[in-house]
T-cell receptor
Framework: AQTVTQSQPEMSVQEAETVTLSCTYD???????LFWYKQPPSRQMILVIR??????QNATENRFSVNFQKAAKSFSLKISDSQLGDAAMYFC?????????????FGKGTKLSVKP | IAGITQAPTSQILAAGRRMTLRCTQD?????MYWYRQDLGLGLRLIHY???????GKGEVPDGYSVSRANTDDFPLTLASAVPSQTSVYFC?????????????FGNGTRLTVT
């Protein structure tokens, strides 16, 4: 069975600085997708960024980028120019490729605080 | 606004009572899911449905049941609530016809079983 591990329960960053959240996963599959979701205090689950395993290029969405290391099974999230609104829980998630029920397997989350 | 509606937003329930959490989506997504979120445990899959008329068990299905009579609705029922079912419940959906589509989530239901 696939597992997702977020080894940092809590992280802190100064406003305008850069922070990296770690995520590793375990799978024997070659076809899969990886996601980062943000959950602010409002409880909403917001998609931050996604990565297809077959793509070597790291995904980027504005200030958010990933470092996808397929051989190492690592999928870290980098937030540049951190803003107060980035404070939230961040969840890394894995989904199998074709033929699965399509659900996400989540890590336990990292709580990010942003200091003004 | 297209999306997923969950009801109620929050509920306090006496142990032993029956409760149905409602979930409706208007995006015509085939696949729908129920997760529970607990502090320190992340989100865990309870049940899922790949299409109307079919359902499947997730990681933590005991004590819960679901039905999928049509594409839009996916209610979750607790037949006899227990305190360990105190949690935040999220309904989600996905366009299973799109290979890299993410899950879209409702805003959750906070359930407290006393």
């Amino acid at each position: 069975a696939q597992t997702v591990t977020q080894s940092q329960p809590e992280m802190s960053v100064q406003e305008a600085e850069t922070v990296t959240l770690s995520c590793t996963y375990d799978t024997s599959e070659s076809d899969y997708y990886l996601f980062w979701y943000k959950q602010p205090p409002s409880r909403q689950m917001i998609l931050v960024i996604r990565q297809e395993a077959y793509k070597q290029q790291n995904a980027t969405e504005n200030r958010f980028s990933v470092n996808f290391q397929k051989a190492a099974k690592s999928f870290s999230l980098k937030i540049s120019d951190s803003q107060l609104g980035d404070a939230a829980m961040y969840f890394c998630a894995y989904r199998s490729g074709g033929g699965s029920q399509g659900n996400l397997i989540f890590g336990k989350g990292t709580k990010l605080s942003v200091k003004p | 606004i297209a999306g997923i509606t969950q009801a109620p937003t929050s509920q306090i329930l006496a142990a032993g009572r029956r409760m149905t959490l409602r979930c409706t989506q208007d995006m015509r997504h085939n696949a729908m899911y129920w997760y529970r979120q607990d502090l320190g445990l992340g989100l865990r899959l309870i049940h899922y449905s790949n299409t109307a008329g079919t359902t499947g068990k997730g990681e933590v299905p005991d004590g819960y049941s679901v039905s999928r009579a049509n594409t839009d609705d996916f209610p979750l029922t607790l037949a006899s609530a227990v305190p360990s079912q105190t949690s935040v419940y999220f309904c989600a959906s996905r366009d299973s016809g799109s290979y890299n589509s993410p899950l879209h989530f409702g805003n959750g239901t906070r359930l407290t079983v006393t």
